[in-house]
């Protein structure tokens, strides 16, 4: 099982950035796909979470009204698009996946399996 990230980049506050986490030899069928981030310093933190089938979706209260998961069925592949980027967004993000969606544990690392490799996200003031 493999997760491939991508996307990050250098954007300056206010500016939108599009992550992509794509399946590589395997597809999300009904697994609960998040992105996670770490900033320096910090514990990795829970920002959003997708169940692929149905498309119910989770935020964190940072990111809520700015950044928005979605999934491509036919490319097997979640967005975190971001919009209003602000510098304390900064961070590392991963994209992670585990066969269950529990809403109690969903927003807990310790609840996926498979992570992908992390894409660097720099907000400049």
């Known amino acids: 099982v493999q997760l491939q990230a991508s996307g990050g980049g250098l954007v300056q506050a206010g500016g939108s950035l599009r992550l992509s986490c794509a399946a590589s030899?395997?597809?999300?069928?009904?697994?609960?796909v998040a992105w996670f981030r770490q900033a320096p310093g910090k514990e990795r933190e829970f920002v959003a979470v997708?169940?692929?089938?149905?498309?119910?979706?989770t935020y964190a209260d940072s990111v809520k009204g700015r950044f928005t998961i979605s999934r491509d069925k036919a490319k097997s592949t979640v967005y975190l698009q971001m919009n209003s980027l602000k510098p304390e967004d900064t961070a590392v993000y991963y994209c992670?996946?585990?066969?269950?969606?529990?809403?109690?544990?969903?927003?807990?690392?310790?609840?996926?399996?498979?992570w992908g490799q992390g894409t660097q996200v720099t907000v400049s003031s």
């Open positions: 992670a996946a585990s066969s269950r969606f529990i809403l109690s544990t969903i927003r807990s690392s310790s609840a996926y399996g498979n």
């Open positions: 030899g395997w597809t999300f069928g009904r697994f609960a």
């Open positions: 997708l169940n692929f089938s149905g498309g119910v979706t």
